[in-house]
């Protein structure tokens, strides 16, 4: 299978404790992004890369949020000190942006998190 | 902050008949693309439709922009079991960068 991969499938985790996802973008994808989606609601967008650089965050990402993606291959999201608000389903997407073209964003099945 | 609203927000048809959903959204945009999320899934790419294009079409799917209005349409013809999914409008500002979501259309198939 040579589309977005994310591990963990499924996270639960107790309140106040670390937790990492991993992401592992198509190959040879420059972009790659993160979204958190809630029930009932579209995905939102959180961070995006292109390569190793961190070019905007949202927001939503608080200080408790780090994401990265070192060499510009795979990426990591952490959350500090977790709270039950933070339970969400975190989605990966990936992309080819090309210097004449509209890149299309291929996500991966999610990490899906749940904060007791 | 959401840029785009479906409508409507559930759907419930008959196999063998036509979808049609609604995508409004409020700034000025690049392009808007439609994705489908099965239950609990990762969301599955349909269509790009750039700005200045009008109608697209993809086997089933049909879709089309009218930026004057601000508004997209996502026509499913001839639905099966299969196509039971949330269907979500999503645009982006440039050529490329993040996409806003909309809430999504539950649509249900019935056999």
């Known amino acids: 299978d040579t589309g977005v991969s994310q591990d963990p499938r499924h996270k639960i985790t107790k309140r106040g404790q670390n937790v990492t996802f991993r992401c592992d973008p198509i190959s040879e994808h420059n972009r790659l992004y993160w979204y958190r989606q809630t029930l009932g609601q579209g995905p939102e967008f959180l961070t995006y890369f292109q390569n190793e650089a961190q070019l905007e965050k949202s927001r939503l990402l608080s200080d408790r949020f780090s994401a990265e993606r070192p060499k510009g291959s795979f990426s990591t999201l952490e959350i500090q000190r977790t709270e039950q608000g933070d339970s969400a389903m975190y989605l990966c997407?990936?992309?080819?942006?090309?210097?004449?073209?509209?890149?299309?964003?291929?996500f991966g099945p999610g990490t899906r998190l749940t904060v007791l | 902050s959401q840029q785009g609203e479906e409508d409507p927000q559930a759907l419930s048809i008959q196999e063998g008949e036509n979808a049609t959903m609604n995508c409004s959204y409020k700034t000025s945009i690049n392009n808007l693309q439609w994705y489908r999320q099965n239950s609990g899934r990762g969301l599955v790419h349909l269509i790009l439709i750039r700005s200045n294009e009008r109608e697209k079409h993809s086997g089933r799917l049909r879709v089309t922009l009218d930026t004057s209005k601000k508004s997209s349409s996502l026509l499913i013809t001839a639905s099966r079991a299969a196509d039971t999914a949330s269907y979500f409008c999503?645009?982006?500002?440039?050529?490329?960068?993040?996409?806003?979501f909309g809430a999504g259309t539950q649509v249900v198939v019935t056999p």
């Open positions: 997407a990936s992309s080819l942006a090309m210097v004449h073209g509209t890149d299309t964003q291929y």
């Open positions: 999503a645009t982006g500002q440039g050529s490329w960068g993040k996409l806003q």
